[in-house]
């Protein structure tokens, strides 16, 4: 970890982290994540503003936004169109995501939903083959599983919206088309990642044109990656804001890339798509307000029915990491994840009894069925069948600026790359996103996430998420921004880090940093990372769980507000992890 010096308004700090993805490259299903001895792990200190995010060239950028008097939600928005550029595994502008926000000055907070929207000629049947079973195959490997790309409306959105006035949305996207035209150096996450997924890529023309030497091989680490399409249409966006996008030549050539594949987009789905200004969910935790992302995400909600169980136990009491801790984690998350798979879904087409699963009573009832000695099994929670089978291709990034705004994005393009498919012309990657959505009831998605009714494909439907992006308040102050990728894991994630940062004192960054564990409700098995200790794995065996090693990756970048400034935490589960500041 290396520290470079900004100016004396500002500094950055910064991750690079490879996020879980599914399938995991062969690269990822090698290395379990080994993480350092948490005492010596800090947060990188700083005082007038901080972006941290998985890819140090867009994070620089945000920070420098930062620096020239830009707030949260402007450095946000240009670190969000930078990442398009430099981290195409899952920075964007043909996929989607979620924005939540805390405007200091008028003590409010914002949740944007840029969410991908199924195409108009989309079925509930979709995804099924002709046996009526579903296809995996058409929803993660086919055009028929790409959504209506809502990255550029949302973060458009939120610039106009929410930013300082002082940026255009040009001056936004130029850093971003400068590194398009120029070139960026292959390093660190693409050099790892690439070589995995090429093949899959180069299934269509465009795509390997983008991704390889002249030679035909996928490009190597020190290459230069140079997107000329990309430039084009990032040009587009910032001559005609939006419209450049959803509107004329580029969308032209999006719904021709899509349809050639297979895909049923069409000009009027692009026209048409909308973000959505939706009501953050709200809890609380221990004299804590947590600010989260709401339906058709499920994270926000199932993240604080997490909390609320937890609430009703001495956290504090038992050891952080300790099997007395894990076990009552492991119950909670179980409980809530059932309540997703019953529940949850867009809520322009389910009326999901929110209330309820966010209620402190309806807490105490789960928490009354937690035994502190055994396990639950998980069919006695739900009864279903379930076929074991949402992707994890997600990055996150926290900012928070010097006047106490406070942005937390989750965005993706669902698997590694997405689809894979270059549009022609355009430069742009397209998502499979809709591989979220639930192909029939009781079926599973690709992190065996099982859903029900309220989740299976429709016109214009938003699939379901577990995207957290989350802000922590006290007396209406950030005090920790937070979020990460990893598909299904996401919400379990942000939740022990939340656990560790209120309950167990923990610095931020060593928060980050401690060996994570996850529990879905189906399958009924503990996946966990390396580095909880072998008696505590003893100890939750004997309780009954089902315990897996290999939890896959995820990039809690986050951010903590204390009364001595700003510590950053960059995740360290990746080579490059890299922080800067003053």
């Known amino acids: 970890m290396t520290a470079i010096a900004l100016s004396r308004r500002t500094f ?17 299903q090698r290395r379990f994540y080994a993480p350092p001895p948490l005492d010596t792990v800090h947060g990188i200190p700083a005082e007038n503003g901080m972006v941290v995010a998985q890819e140090k060239l867009a ?53 944007i939903d840029y969410r991908e929207t199924a195409p108009q000629a989309a079925t509930r049947d979709m995804f099924l083959g002709a046996d009526g079973k579903p296809d995996n195959d058409k929803s993660r490997n086919s055009a028929l599983g790409i959504g209506v790309p809502g990255t550029v409306a949302g973060l458009a959105l939120a610039l106009a919206k929410y930013g300082s006035g002082q940026f255009t949305l040009a001056q936004i996207l130029k850093p971003a088309i400068d590194l398009a035209r120029d070139g960026i150096v292959v390093t660190d996450d693409i050099a790892d990642t690439l070589p995995d997924m090429y093949k899959r890529m180069s299934r269509w023309p465009d795509s390997a044109k983008t991704f390889s030497r002249t030679d035909g091989t996928p490009l190597h680490e020190g290459d230069r990656l140079v997107q000329g399409d990309l430039t084009t249409t990032l040009l587009a966006i910032a001559e005609q804001g939006p419209r450049g ?30 973000p959505v200004i939706r009501t953050p969910v709200r809890g609380s935790y221990r004299g804590y307000d947590i600010v989260s992302m709401p339906q058709p995400s499920s994270g926000g909600i199932v993240l604080i029915e997490i909390l609320n169980i937890l609430e009703g136990f001495a956290m504090a009491d038992m050891k952080q990491g300790s099997a007395a801790s894990l076990h009552v984690m492991i119950e909670a998350m179980k409980r809530a994840y059932a309540d997703r798979a019953r529940y949850l879904g867009d809520p322009a087409f389910v009326d999901a009894p929110t209330q309820l699963l966010l209620a402190k009573n309806y807490a ?34 926290s900012v928070v600026d010097s006047r106490g705004n406070a942005v937390s994005n989750t965005y993706t393009l669902n698997f590694p790359y997405g689809v894979g498919l270059v549009a022609e012309g355009t430069g742009v990657l397209l998502n499979n996103e809709l591989d979220d959505f639930t192909a029939a009831v009781g079926a599973s998605n690709a992190f065996g996430l099982v859903g029900f009714e309220a989740n299976l494909p429709g016109p214009g439907k938003r699939p379901l998420s577990s995207m957290s992006p989350t802000i922590v308040l006290k007396d209406n102050k950030p005090v920790l921004v937070t ?80 009364p001595h400034g700003l510590l950053g935490a960059p995740d360290p589960r990746t080579r490059g992890t890299e922080a800067a500041g003053q």
């Open 12 to 28: 950055v700090a910064l991750g690079l982290v490879a996020l879980a993805a599914w399938p995991a490259t062969a690269q990822e």
């Open 59 to 111: 994070a620089r950028i945000g920070a420098d936004i930062l620096r020239q008097g830009g707030n949260a939600v402007d450095a946000a928005v240009a670190t969000g169109f930078a990442m398009a550029v430099t981290y195409p595994r899952a920075g964007n502008i043909g996929g989607g995501g979620f924005m939540v926000i805390h405007l200091a000055e008028h003590n409010e907070d914002i949740a």
């Open 245 to 274: 996008f959803y509107e004329g030549a580029v969308a032209d050539k999006l719904v021709k890339a899509v349809r050639d594949a297979g895909g049923i987009m069409t000009t009027d789905d692009l026209k048409a798509y909308q």
């Open 364 to 397: 105490a009832k789960q928490r009354a069925g937690i035994d502190l000695a055994r396990a639950t099994p998980s069919a006695d929670l739900l009864v279903a069948k379930a076929a074991p089978r949402e992707g994890s291709n997600t990055t996150h990034y």
């Open 483 to 562: 979020g990460t990728p990893g598909g299904s894991r996401i919400i379990s994630a942000v939740t022990q880090v939340i656990v560790d940062v209120i309950d167990y004192r923990m610095d931020v960054a060593a928060a980050v940093a401690a060996p994570r564990i996850h529990h879905q409700w189906l399958p009924d098995e503990v996946r966990y990372e390396t580095g909880i200790p072998g008696d505590v794995l003893t100890e939750l065996r004997a309780k009954g769980h089902k315990l897996v090693e290999g939890l896959g990756y995820s990039s809690a970048n986050s951010i903590a507000v204390t």
